[in-house]
């Protein structure tokens, strides 16, 4: 069984900074890549940023410039770095864990609201 656990949400002004976490512990040996989601009310799940174990970035463009992903590969914990908020950026951000195997593993979410 594998746990996907978020943290760091919450609410923040307009130009803002939030610090995402995630961690994921439980019985996964080898972890290829792990990455943020997000969900707006009435929205399909989008792609944030992704990081592989070495350490290869991929950002939305939405996001570029503004977000950064970083990760501990021995701690099995990844990080979305987040300034410059706005309140486009509210939803609930969801942490994906990628397994070598292909198996994917999802945290439940926490939510970031961007507002004055």
């Known amino acids: 069984q594998v746990q996907v656990v978020e943290s760091g949400g919450g609410l923040v002004q307009p130009g803002g900074s939030l610090r995402l976490s995630c961690s994921a512990s439980?019985?996964?040996?080898?972890?290829?890549?792990m990455g943020w989601y997000r969900q707006a009310p009435g929205k399909q799940r989008e792609l944030v940023a992704t990081?592989?174990?070495?350490?290869?970035?991929n950002y939305a463009d939405s996001v570029k410039g503004r977000f950064t992903i970083s990760r501990d590969n021995a701690k099995n914990t990844v990080y979305l770095q987040m300034n410059s908020l706005n309140p486009e950026d509210t939803a609930v951000y969801y942490c994906?864990?990628?397994?070598?195997?292909?198996?994917?593993?999802w945290g439940q979410g926490t939510q970031v609201t961007v507002s004055s």
């Open positions: 994906n864990v990628r397994a070598y195997t292909g198996s994917g593993y």
């Open positions: 439980g019985s996964i040996f080898s972890i290829y890549a």
């Open positions: 990081i592989t174990s070495g350490g290869s970035t």
